[in-house]
């Protein structure tokens, strides 16, 4: 049987472009991962690793009308969007590069013999290695940022683990242009190439994640593809830690006080932030907890000019667009379901944006409204009407787990007055914000991109220098004659690198 092609599609039309691969077979996924497997000491010189992830972003830089020119050919994102996301990728590769110069990842910890502790201390010299092979899934809302050259590649290739990427079929022609040119990268550096490879196909990403080289996977993705590949990560012979981004509501709650001060603002700035990129963020507030009432009433006043000023939009692919329009029809014939700016069908291309109304005590037990709680891909969000913080409360206590929470307060609020909302919203999410709009994800030390499941199904980050981490493990080292330690755990401390020594940081 022939491999399946691999076809770039226009989403502004439906029609195919070009074939540009064909689909991995079994046997071409064992080869790639081979390949990895065989090249994972190339990496080990952090001075080169470094080199290698600068010279990457300046390259795909380099290439910037190239690769936004293809990557909007099958995205549809736009020019402005998409030469933000390229430069938000160079600077995520850079910042990682910063981060192996800098060596704190490795986690160095040493404690020197001490017999006088009960029990006795031997001598114990802790560093964190490289997984191996890491398999990345990539994004299909981000071309760039979260896929073949993103966060998971970048954070992976810091870490010193080589990457076998699973490109999105929506952007296939974007992932292998994106990927020569980071292997360009690495033989400028004297990297073998195989230490970034591509496959194609949703059989080769099955495949992919049951390899038994493949020591970790990162994933970017709906719930029910991420689940599945998180549930064979589970059950191989030998476990491998998945880091999945699967799904979000992000909700946000408006305090009373807040709609008052500034309904119309909020309103503006809710529209703005639901319908940027057609909704496609994974971090688009997708459910909102506003009052009742007239303060409540200009701010959805408010929304509604918003929205309504916002014109039909192409979503990602074909299949997107009719789930999205089959979903928003689905919730809008719910009783007690209003829709002042009615989301759905823009053309037979495109969707419009738009919202939903409802009273937040129909959220507050289970029922056939349940499906306002779950994450609606595309343009369209859920306002809950509240009468009290009580609703707020009841309706807070079903939501799912969350990459981010908002809350919105009036200036006589910052004096502590709503910190109990900011307890009731923290366990939902990884990120909190507080008069802000959770799209945007700044590439910061101190950034966190996760949340309780199904946000993510893991601890970690996939943003910001602490998203290396993932593909770590600690060793031990004990009672090593210096010679045979590493160069990182000697006493001399030769690399210069921080640790910490008998509790203390050096």
């Known amino acids: 049987m022939a491999a399946a092609p691999v076809w770039s599609v226009d989403p502004r039309t439906g029609n195919p472009r070009e074939q540009v691969a064909v ?19 190339a990496l080990a010189d952090r001075t080169v690793r470094a080199a290698f992830l600068r010279t990457a972003a300046d390259l795909l830089t380099g290439a910037e009308e190239h690769v936004v020119e293809a990557a909007d050919a099958e995205t549809a994102l736009g020019p402005a969007r998409l030469t933000g996301e390229l430069a938000r990728t160079a600077a995520q590769l850079r910042a990682f590069a910063e981060v192996v110069e800098e060596g704190a990842f490795l986690d160095i910890h040493i404690d020197h013999e001490d017999g006088s502790r009960t029990p006795p201390w031997p001598d114990l010299r802790r560093i964190k290695i490289p997984l191996g092979v890491v398999a990345v899934y990539a994004a299909s809302n981000f071309p760039l940022a979260f896929s073949v050259p993103g966060g998971d590649t970048a954070s992976a290739l810091a870490a010193g683990c080589p990457v076998v990427v699973k490109a999105h079929p929506d952007h296939p022609a974007t992932s292998e242009l994106c990927a020569s040119l980071l292997r360009r990268a690495a033989v400028r550096h004297g990297l073998p190439e195989a230490v970034v490879n591509v496959v194609h196909g949703f059989d080769a990403g099955v495949e992919l994640v049951k390899h038994p080289l493949v020591a970790a996977a990162g994933f970017t993705g709906s719930v ?31 305090t009373e006080a807040a709609a008052a001060e500034r309904g119309e603002q909020i309103g503006a700035g809710l529209g703005g932030s639901m319908t940027m990129g057609s909704g496609q963020f994974c971090t688009k507030p997708g459910f909102v907890l506003a009052p009742s009432g007239e303060a409540g009433d200009r701010l959805l006043k408010s929304l509604t000019e918003t929205v309504s000023g916002t014109g039909s939009g192409v979503m990602l692919d074909h299949r997107m667009r009719d789930a999205f329009v089959a979903g928003v029809a689905e919730r809008a014939a719910l009783p007690d379901v209003d829709a002042p700016v009615t989301p ?27 499906a306002l709680l779950e994450e609606c891909f595309g343009p369209v969000t859920v306002v809950a009407r509240y009468d009290s913080e009580g609703e707020i409360t009841a309706v807070l206590s079903r939501l799912p787990g969350n990459l981010t929470a908002t809350l919105q307060i009036a200036t006589e609020e910052a004096d502590g007055a709503a910190a109990g909302l900011l307890r009731e919203l923290t366990p ?8 802000g709009w959770p799209t945007g994800v700044a590439v910061a030390p101190a950034q966190h991109h996760g949340g309780p499941y199904p946000a993510t199904t893991s601890t970690s980050t996939s943003v910001g220098a602490t ?29 210069g690198l921080p640790r910490r020594v008998d509790g203390r940081r050096k």
């Open 467 to 495: 998203a290396v981490e993932r593909w770590l493990r600690p060793v031990s080292y004990q009672s090593t004659p210096e010679a045979l330690l590493p160069p990182e755990l000697r006493e001399d401390n030769p690399l």
């Open 224 to 254: 029910r593809g991420g689940r599945a590949l998180f549930d064979a990560a589970a059950a191989r012979p030998v476990p491998i830690p998945f880091h999945g981004e699967l799904g979000s509501l992000n909700p946000v709650v408006v």
């Open 428 to 435: 939902l999410a990884g990120r909190v914000l507080v008069n």
């Open 344 to 370: 759905g069908a823009g053309g037979e291309h495109t969707v419009s944006a738009g919202f939903l109304t409802v009273p937040a005590r129909r959220l507050a037990e289970a029922g056939p409204h349940d």
């Open 23 to 41: 689909e991995a077979t079994a046997e071409e996924v064992d080869r790639a991962v081979r390949a990895a497997h065989a090249v994972r000491d």
